[in-house]
């Protein structure tokens, strides 16, 4: 089955700090995989997916994640956060593709606090 | 509207009573999901939708549970004798086949006393 851990259950950066948010998943073949953002009052928007290809993946708001197979890892990363990034992240893994079955296995995410 | 609307926002309801949870998708979007997320949780896979009929319910803790979307568009999540651990947000979500890419909805919070 497949599965997804975040280890990080609340980090707090300083705005125009460095971010680095963790996901380790654990999937039979080779995994789709994505971040999405949860702001309050709003629904998860998609950040930024990996299928195949370049394993680093550029996202929308400036965010990028890496896709390593040897640490079953696709940590997410922002070089330098905003005030608006505060909010709930959830890493996801796919895969499950029959008939177009997008299903996705989320993580407990990880809830970012940006201070001044 | 252009997102995906659900209705109610909020639900309270008294143990034992029926509930019913609605979805209107993004229009022309044929992959429909419901998802349910609980506090400090991620959202947990319930069903699946491909047009009309439900292509995996695998999700559905039980069968208290069950959901409908008989013309292919509008989605109902329908909940009988509802308990204190059906207390969550309830999420929808539609996309189109083979992008990857989910479109979620606010949710519906259900609380149940």
């Known amino acids: 089955a497949q599965s997804v851990t975040q280890p990080d259950i609340h980090i707090t950066v300083s705005e125009g700090a460095s971010l680095e948010l963790r996901c380790n998943y654990s999937y039979g073949a080779t995994p789709y995989l994505f971040w999405y953002v949860q702001s309050p009052g709003q629904g998860l928007q998609l950040l930024l997916k990996y299928f195949s290809g370049d394993t680093l993946v550029q996202g929308i708001k400036g965010f990028e994640a890496e896709f390593k197979r040897s640490q079953s890892s696709f940590n997410l990363r922002k070089p330098s956060v905003h005030w608006s990034d505060a909010a709930e992240y959830f890493c996801a893994v796919g895969g499950d593709y029959n008939f177009g079955n997008e299903k996705l296995t989320f993580g407990t995410g990880t809830r970012l606090t940006i201070i001044p | 509207g252009a997102g995906v609307s659900q209705t109610p926002s909020n639900k309270v309801t008294e143990k034992g009573k029926y509930v019913e949870l609605r979805c209107d998708p993004i229009s022309g979007h044929t992959a429909l999901y419901w998802y349910r997320q609980s506090l400090g949780q991620g959202p947990e896979f319930l069903i699946y939708?491909?047009?009309?009929?439900?292509?995996?319910d695998s999700g559905l803790p039980n069968d208290r549970f069950f959901a409908v979307r008989p013309e292919g568009s509008v989605s109902t999540l329908k909940i009988q004798r509802t308990e204190r651990g059906d207390s969550a947000v309830y999420l929808c979500?539609?996309?189109?086949?083979?992008?990857?890419?989910?479109?979620f909805g606010e949710g519906s919070r259900l609380t149940v006393l």
């Open positions: 939708f491909q047009g009309t009929g439900a292509a995996d």
């Open positions: 979500a539609c996309g189109t086949s083979h992008t990857g890419e989910l479109f």
